[in-house]
């Protein structure tokens, strides 16, 4: 954890989400003092057979990055050979530098990420509906399915809305279908 921020940025919290918290105290987890420091760790987990094959690529996700994700850590990372990417709410606007921007934005909260590579929208989740996010200015429209008892269900309706309305595609946690932590 990085908490180069001295503002509570209010991002508005999720009403469910997939992302096991644990606090800091996980597989070196913990605070560093310094954005540098992080991005250092970060850089030294990467098994240095694949460093020559393909540059590192770390996702920023799990609770609302883009109140720890700011300009010292994202030029920390770049420094260290890291491209970033961010999984947000698009409650926050991001700051320059991150190379990837996926925004899974919520109902019922105001969102000021309008850009990006990535929107993935769980689906279904009443009060946002596709429609309300198919002018935006992203490259890729996703539908993942809520998570939860009617994953079955969910995952048939999202599949029915994408093959419908081709600018949707749809999108699976592999992670969790493959159990992978």
């Known amino acids: ?3 180069g921020k001295e503002e509570d940025r209010g ?29 250092r760790k970060i850089r ?26 700011d300009a010292a850590l994202i030029t920390a990372l770049h420094e260290e050979g890291l491209e970033i990417a961010v999984e947000t709410n698009g409650t926050i606007v991001a700051p320059e530098g991150i190379d990837w921007i996926c925004v899974s934005p919520k109902a019922g909260v105001e969102l000021l990420q309008l ?11 009443p009060g946002a509906e596709p429609d309300k996010y198919a002018n935006l200015d992203f490259q890729h429209f996703f ?8 994953l079955e269900s969910n995952t048939r309706l999202a599949l029915q809305y994408c ?7 749809l999108s699976l946690q592999l992670h969790k279908i493959l159990k992978v932590r």
């Open 1 to 3: 954890m990085w908490s």
């Open 11 to 39: 991002a508005a919290l999720c009403k469910f989400c997939d992302t096991d918290f644990v606090g800091v105290d996980v597989t070196e987890g913990g605070k560093y003092e310094s954005a540098t420091r992080l991005a």
């Open 44 to 69: 030294k987990t990467w098994p240095q057979k694949d460093v020559k094959s393909a540059k590192p690529f770390v996702v920023c996700t799990g609770g609302e990055p883009l109140m720890q994700l």
């Open 115 to 125: 850009s990006g590579q990535e929107l993935k929208l769980v689906y279904p989740q």
């Open 143 to 150: 539908l993942q399915p809520l998570d939860g008892p009617e």
């Open 163 to 169: 093959l419908a309305h081709q600018q949707w595609r």
